[in-house]
């Protein structure tokens, strides 16, 4: 995040088309106007991530051309870490290791606030996904 902290998106390292729907996919990149290498990159993160394809990764919500997975830091992900975060340093607290209790406690502890810094919305009182804006190759928040 430009403050320096960290919340975690869904990635894939591939940028090609997933084997199990390649015609789907090819057939999506032609559709989309996105590079070819974009749109695999966010097909393959959305499956990763285990959820069903949804309106969640799509930029306008409604077609799937314009799906934009790697570009979102969602809530529910960086929820599920904090909470993992917080069960390792308990762990290692159990075990005697305080040294490694205290580390993984900062990382919950950075991640919480982050979450809360990023992910909160004040206004609508409500937890919601952030979108980051890809500009020059750097990503900006939106």
């Known amino acids: 995040m430009p403050d320096g902290s960290i919340l975690?998106?869904?990635w894939d390292e591939n940028n090609t088309p997933r084997p199990e729907a390649y015609k789907e996919d090819v057939e999506l990149?032609?559709?989309s106007g996105q590079r070819p290498e974009e749109i695999y990159r966010h097909l393959?993160?959305?499956a990763e991530s285990g959820w069903d394809f949804s309106s969640r990764w799509f930029r306008n919500g409604k077609s799937f051309s314009t799906i934009?997975?790697?570009?979102?830091?969602?809530?529910d992900l960086n929820c599920l870490l904090y909470f993992l975060e917080q069960t390792l340093a308990e762990a290692f607290h159990q075990l005697g290791n305080s040294q490694q209790a205290n580390t993984y406690s900062q990382h919950a502890k950075k991640r919480?606030?982050?979450i809360l810094k990023y992910c909160w919305n004040a206004k609508e009182k409500f937890f919601s996904i952030l979108t980051l804006l890809r500009t020059n190759r750097k990503n900006r928040l939106r």
């Open 44 to 46: 393959r993160a959305a």
């Open 8 to 10: 975690n998106r869904y």
């Open 112 to 114: 919480k606030n982050a």
């Open 29 to 31: 990149a032609h559709q």
């Open 68 to 75: 934009h997975t790697t570009e979102i830091i969602p809530v």
